[in-house]
Nanobody, 125 residues
Framework: QVRLVESGGGLVQAGGSLRLSCAAS????????MGWFRQAPGKEREFVAA????????YYADSVQGRFTISRDNAKNMAYLQMNSLKPEDTGVYFC??????????????????WGQGTQVTVSS
């Protein structure tokens, strides 16, 4: 079992930046690939970014490519999502997730085994 807790969300103006954090506990963090998803009101949860077990490979949704950066620190059991040049359409609840297949860069919800409770990000225009 892996427990994930997100933090760092908030209200920011368009063009601003936020850094989300995901603290993991329970099992060996480096055994898991990690991902970030988001869910806007009335919409399906969608993929944002993924990182493999050692941080050597990353994968992004087209909508955030070049603006967001996913990273991890296995020594601290932490994953991060640096979000720059934020847009109102980035608004939503952001979730981190853990995938038991450590080398995979999953883009689908079904590929992840553990989920956090989410942190709200609101981007005002």
């Amino acid at each position: 079992q892996v427990r994930l807790v997100e933090s760092g969300g908030g209200l920011v103006q368009a063009g601003g930046s936020l850094r989300l954090s995901c603290a993991a506990s329970g099992r060996t963090f480096s055994d898991y690939a990690m991902g970030w998803f988001r869910q806007a009101p009335g919409k399906e949860r969608e993929f944002v970014a993924a990182i493999n077990f050692n941080g050597g490979r990353t994968y992004y949704a087209d909508s955030v490519q070049g603006r967001f950066t996913i990273s991890r620190d296995n020594a601290k059991n932490m994953a991060y999502l640096q979000m720059n040049s934020l847009k109102p359409e980035d608004t939503g609840v952001y979730f981190c997730a853990a995938d038991q297949t450590p080398y995979r860069l999953g883009g689908a919800r079904r590929e992840y085994d553990y989920w956090g409770q989410g942190t709200q990000v609101t981007v005002s225009s």
